[in-house]
Every structure is written in C-alpha cells, then in structure tokens.
C-alpha cells in the first residue's frame, strides 16, 4: 500500500474473506485489477469484500447530495462556466431596450433589430443593431427574443429566414398573452428549435428601479435535448440573478390568472381616464392609487391593451362579468334610494288612528295656508305667490293688414251668400 498527501491507493487481490473498510471523499472505480483511488478527506464510506462487484454505501449527509446528482451550487457553478449567450431582440422598443439592459447586466451579448433604427442607443451602449433580420441571424444568434407588440408578433415570426439560424436556436417570446405566442410558434418552427414561453410581470415602469421580488413567469414548451436545456437554464438564469420571482406556469393557466388580474387592471384604468380625473388638496390613499393607476394604464400604447383583448380568449368573461358587477352595485343603490324614498312618502301620512287624521283636516281647514296633507283653498292663496293664479293670458293685438285680410274675406263670403 502506498499513500501520498493527496490521496490512497489501494490494490486488493482475489483472496477470500477479506473486509476492507475505509472513508473517502471522491473515488473513481475500474474493473481492471479492482483497483480504487479515493480522496483523503473522509465524509463517505465505502465497504468492499474481495468478491466483485464493489458496493458503494454513500453516508447521508445535509451538506452534499448523492453521488451522481448535481446541487444548485454545481449546477450555478456550470451555467456560469458556459460561454456567454447571444441573444438577439426582434422589438427594440421601451420595453425591448429595458429587457437589453438587464441581459447585458448578466454578461449576456445583445442583437438586436426593430422597425426604427437605433443603432445610435446600440452603439452607444455596447450592443449591436442590423436594420434587418436576415442579417442578424447570419450571426447565428442562440437565442431568438421577441419583444414586440401582441398584434404584430406573427408577421414578425414569419418573416425570420429560419434557414440561416444554426440547430437548437431557443425562439422566447415576452408577450402578455400566452397561448397565442405558443401555438404559433409551434406551427412555424421545425422541431430542431427550443421553445420556451415567457411574461414578465414588470415593465420599465414597474421595474425601474430593479427586478427583484417581481414575478417571471415561463413555461418550457420544448426542450429537447441537452444543448437546448443548457440555453434555457442560461436565459432564465438571467432573471434569477435579478432576484425575480420565478413562476413556472402553463400558457393555458397563466392566461386564465392574466384575464382577471392584468386585463381587468388596464380596463379600469382605461374607464378612469374617462372620467378625466385629476388629483385633489384632499386626496385619500385609495384615490392616490386611482391616480397612479390611470397614469401607468394610459402610459401604455391602446394596441397592448387590444392584443390583452383580442388574444386572450378569457378576456370577453370578464369584459361581460365587470359588466354585470358595475349592474349589481347600481341595482344596490338605487334599491336602497328607492325604499327610503317611498319610506318617506308613507310615514308623512299616519294610517294607524283614523282621529288623528279628522284632526289634521279639520287643522287644514282652519288654517289659512292648508296643512302639509292639503293644498289651501283657492280663495285663500291669493297672497301665496307660488300658488297664485295666472291672470287668463291676453289675446294679441291683430295687425292693420291682418285685420283689412278679415274683412275682406267677410265681404267676399256675403257676396257669395
């Protein structure tokens, strides 16, 4: 047996009844001679007997997981030891430029190409623009990002000369909606292209001053084989580092959940920024909140929130349940000003004591002004203006020529006569 500072290496030759055991921290195993090299530092055991195969008894351990399973840490360690990813952005507007900030912040390379031309912003911020697709994806991009509107997504999509991307090309979308997104992305894309659906709960203004704690939700639609996991777990790992909250979701679910939350957020802003209202020396907390509401809501272009609308199938429900619920909290105030209406109608005429009502018209008759179940009598109104009769209306006075008209139609039906 011979041992180094480093490690011990033992060679064990076929005799019976031999037991060996020792501790090691890592060990590598071959059949050949059944020799076995194992690290000096000991937190796991290993217990040999001369017949082969080895077995290896791994002790359980909170600090390290199973040999053969790779830890968070390793797995991190991994994703920051692969090369850096060329993500290229198809919409490198506010919102696409916001996104680019935080790729480039994780070490990431950013492409980029829009309608509008910002090579200038690229330049000056250390990322590159093309005026067209195809030239970008001569670059061989490895991950495809679209960040444009919901309504022109698909006229973007079918315009990428797909042919120039190299295998195992991740296509991510950010759009509001998801379903949408996913179902044409698998009817334009072969199936040598990853595919994974993303939302960003947060835009420039939300996330102006960091991402962190703010939900990214995604959902893997294809991965399929190891080089396309390695790309996905790089780009989601940029949202991790930002301290995001990550969400996966399926399209469908997300969908459901945005209808009620995102769709319906901007609507009511959109019905407040009709009301044109405007901040006030007494504003409440929850008004304050009205206020920041519309200004984010209307801040967004009207085509996001058509597209909310339009491609998110859950959306009519709930335009047709605000609309019932606005109905309900109407029907609840006017009932209720109903009834206290028709309460005070009624209780000014008392029903229980037929006494008490000859008293009260014996009171109206011998007061002068009536009481307050009867008018005063005509005769006695003549000093009440606002009951006072109108004077019989006078007739106009006739015009000569009107009146010479008269007489002449007199004169001409006697002759007649």
Same mark, same amino acid.
């Given at each position: 047996?011979?041992?180094?500072?480093?490690?011990?290496?033992?060679?064990?030759?076929?005799?019976?009844?031999?037991?060996?055991?020792?501790?090691?921290?890592?060990?590598?195993?071959?059949?050949?001679?059944?020799?076995?090299?194992?690290?000096?530092?000991?937190?796991?055991?290993?217990?040999?007997?001369?017949?082969?195969?080895?077995?290896?008894?791994?002790?359980?351990?909170?600090?390290?997981?199973?040999?053969?399973?790779?830890?968070?840490?390793?797995?991190?360690?991994?994703?920051?030891?692969?090369?850096?990813?060329?993500?290229?952005?198809?919409?490198?507007?506010?919102?696409?430029?916001?996104?680019?900030?935080?790729?480039?912040?994780?070490?990431?390379?950013?492409?980029?190409?829009?309608?509008?031309?910002?090579?200038?912003?690229?330049?000056?911020?250390?990322?590159?623009?093309?005026?067209?697709?195809?030239?970008?994806?001569?670059?061989?991009?490895?991950?495809?990002?679209?960040?444009?509107?919901?309504?022109?997504?698909?006229?973007?999509?079918?315009?990428?000369?797909?042919?120039?991307?190299?295998?195992?090309?991740?296509?991510?979308?950010?759009?509001?909606?998801?379903?949408?997104?996913?179902?044409?992305?698998?009817?334009?894309?072969?199936?040598?292209?990853?595919?994974?659906?993303?939302?960003?709960?947060?835009?420039?203004?939300?996330?102006?001053?960091?991402?962190?704690?703010?939900?990214?939700?995604?959902?893997?639609?294809?991965?399929?084989?190891?080089?396309?996991?390695?790309?996905?777990?790089?780009?989601?790992?940029?949202?991790?580092?930002?301290?995001?909250?990550?969400?996966?979701?399926?399209?469908?679910?997300?969908?459901?959940?945005?209808?009620?939350? !995102?769709?319906?957020?901007?609507?009511?802003?959109?019905? *407040?920024?009709?009301?044109?209202? @405007?901040?006030? #020396?007494? /504003?409440? +907390?929850?008004?304050?909140?009205?206020?920041?509401?519309?200004?984010?809501?209307?801040?967004?272009?009207?085509?996001?929130?058509?597209?909310?609308?339009?491609?998110?199938?859950?959306?009519?429900?709930?335009?047709?349940?605000?609309?019932?619920?606005?109905?309900?909290?109407? !029907?609840?105030?006017?009932?209720?000003?109903?009834?206290? *209406?028709?309460?005070?109608?009624? @209780?000014?005429? #008392?029903? /229980?004591? +037929?006494?008490?009502?000859?008293?009260?018209?014996?009171?109206?008759?011998?007061?002068?002004?009536?009481?307050?179940?009867?008018?005063?009598?005509?005769?006695?109104?003549?000093?009440?203006?606002?009951?006072?009769?109108?004077?019989?209306?006078?007739?106009?006075?006739?015009?000569?020529?009107?009146?010479?008209?008269?007489?002449?139609?007199?004169?001409?039906?006697?002759?007649?006569?």
């Amino acid at each position: 047996m011979a041992s180094s500072a480093s490690s011990i290496f033992i060679q064990i030759r076929q005799q019976p009844k031999i037991n060996h055991v020792f501790e090691y921290n890592s060990c590598s195993i071959t059949r050949h001679n059944t020799d076995i090299v194992a690290g000096s530092k000991p937190n796991c055991r290993l217990s040999l007997r001369s017949s082969p195969p080895c077995k290896i008894q791994p002790i359980r351990s909170a600090h390290r997981p199973h040999i053969g399973l790779e830890s968070h840490e390793e797995k991190q360690q991994s994703l920051d030891n692969s090369p850096p990813l060329k993500i290229a952005i198809l919409g490198f507007g506010n919102f696409g430029q916001f996104m680019a900030k935080g790729i480039q912040r994780q070490g990431h390379i950013v492409l980029a190409t829009s309608r509008s031309d910002y090579s200038d912003y690229c330049r000056d911020n250390g990322m590159v623009f093309f005026r067209n697709v195809e030239e970008m994806c001569e670059e061989q991009p490895d991950v495809i990002l679209i960040c444009s509107s919901i309504l022109s997504m698909e006229s973007i999509v079918r315009a990428i000369p797909i042919h120039k991307l190299g295998p195992d090309t991740m296509f991510v979308d950010m759009l509001s909606v998801k379903q949408f997104p996913r179902n044409l992305f698998m009817e334009v894309l072969s199936s040598k292209f990853g595919i994974v659906c993303t939302h960003p709960m947060f835009g420039p203004e939300s996330g102006k001053n960091g991402w962190g704690k703010l939900p990214f939700v995604y959902d893997k639609v294809r991965i399929s084989n190891a080089v396309q996991q390695r790309k996905c777990n790089q780009f989601l790992s940029i949202f991790e580092k930002e301290d995001c909250e990550m969400v996966e979701m399926s399209c469908e679910e997300h969908d459901r959940h945005a209808a009620g939350s !995102q769709f319906i957020t901007h609507t009511i802003g959109r019905i *407040l920024s009709h009301l044109d209202i @405007e901040s006030t #020396p007494i /504003n409440t +907390k929850g008004y304050e909140t009205l206020l920041e509401l519309t200004e984010n809501t209307v801040s967004d272009s009207f085509d996001l929130y058509y597209g909310l609308f339009m491609y998110n199938m859950n959306a009519s429900e709930q335009i047709e349940n605000l609309d019932r619920a606005f109905e309900t909290v109407k !029907q609840k105030l006017f009932g209720r000003l109903h009834d206290m *209406l028709r309460k005070q109608i009624v @209780e000014r005429v #008392p029903m /229980n004591s +037929k006494e008490n009502g000859k008293e009260l018209v014996s009171a109206g008759k011998s007061s002068k002004h009536g009481s307050p179940l009867f008018l005063p009598n005509s005769q006695d109104m003549s000093d009440v203006s606002s009951f006072s009769s109108l004077a019989p209306p006078k007739s106009p006075k006739k015009q000569p020529s009107q009146t010479r008209r008269e007489e002449d139609s007199n004169r001409v039906q006697r002759t007649g006569m």
